[in-house]
């Protein structure tokens, strides 16, 4: 039961452009989202998150964006650089006590010089 | 202030024998999560502690995974008897004391390089 979906497994974007990476969960219980972006052999590493009272949050390059009614986030990178090159996570946190994460299955993020 | 550390960074294991897995939190967290990632999969959440207490364990195996975080020492997971698939990438992640709940505040996770388990 994939409860945090990523349905695109890759993406590549020009150097400059705009990269929209999409996400869809579907348990009305959470109430934090999270992007992670991850290098291999390397851990995530957090990069922006949302709260599920909020509908965006912008942080320099990094916007996200919650539409509840639709059980949808997206991340903008804006613009994209060679180093933003990674497989990104969404996440999102479950109410109450446990402050555990459910991960997307991450899209792999190339971004062409 | 070091970050997260885990070891062995690599661990290769045959059918049958132990894998202890080792967690370090940052300094000042208290708070450790495990995470495993299996190939082309995202993490699957298993276990969240607190010093000397599980606080939720809704992600472990019933059988053969342990998990511990004592007073002193680095957080260990155990797996027992290990079988071919559990070969993974394990993280650990480490956040600071849980101030508040509710959408109004996130506990930031930050996550170990992770070890690799590869049993033949």
């Known amino acids: 039961d994939q409860q945090v979906k990523q349905n695109s497994p890759s993406l590549s974007v020009q150097e400059g452009r705009i990269s929209i990476l999409n996400c869809d969960y579907t348990?009305?219980?959470?109430?934090?989202f999270l992007w992670y972006k991850k290098y291999p052999a390397e851990g995530p590493t957090f990069l922006i998150s949302?709260?599920?009272?909020?509908d965006k949050n912008e942080d320099g390059r990094f916007t996200v964006f919650l539409n509840k009614s639709a059980k949808h986030l997206s991340l903008h990178i804006v613009p994209s650089q060679p180093g933003d090159s990674a497989v990104y996570f969404c996440?999102?946190?479950?109410?109450?006590?446990?402050?555990?994460?459910?991960f997307g299955t991450g899209t792999l993020l190339a971004v062409q010089p | 202030n070091a970050g997260v550390m885990q070891n062995p960074r690599h661990l290769v294991r045959r059918r049958g024998q132990e894998a202890r897995l080792r967690c370090s939190p940052m300094?000042?967290?208290?708070?450790v999560y495990w995470y495993r990632q299996l190939p082309e999969e995202g993490l699957k959440f298993m276990v969240y502690?607190?010093?000397?207490?599980?606080?939720?364990e809704s992600g472990m195996p019933k059988e053969r995974f342990s998990a511990e975080f004592p007073k002193e020492g680095p957080s260990i997971l155990r797996i027992q008897q290990v079988v071919r698939g559990d070969s993974a990438a394990y993280f650990c992640?480490?956040?600071?004391?849980?101030?508040?709940?509710?959408?109004?505040?996130?506990?930031?996770?930050?996550f170990g390089p992770g070890t690799r388990l590869t049993v033949l």
């Open positions: 996440a999102a946190r479950y109410g109450g006590a446990t402050n555990k994460l459910i």
């Open positions: 949302i709260s599920s009272i909020k």
């Open positions: 502690l607190q010093k000397e207490n599980i606080i939720d």
């Open positions: 300094k000042g967290h208290s708070h």
């Open positions: 348990n009305s219980m959470f109430d934090y």
């Open positions: 992640a480490s956040s600071p004391p849980l101030l508040a709940g509710g959408p109004n505040y996130y506990n930031e996770q930050f």
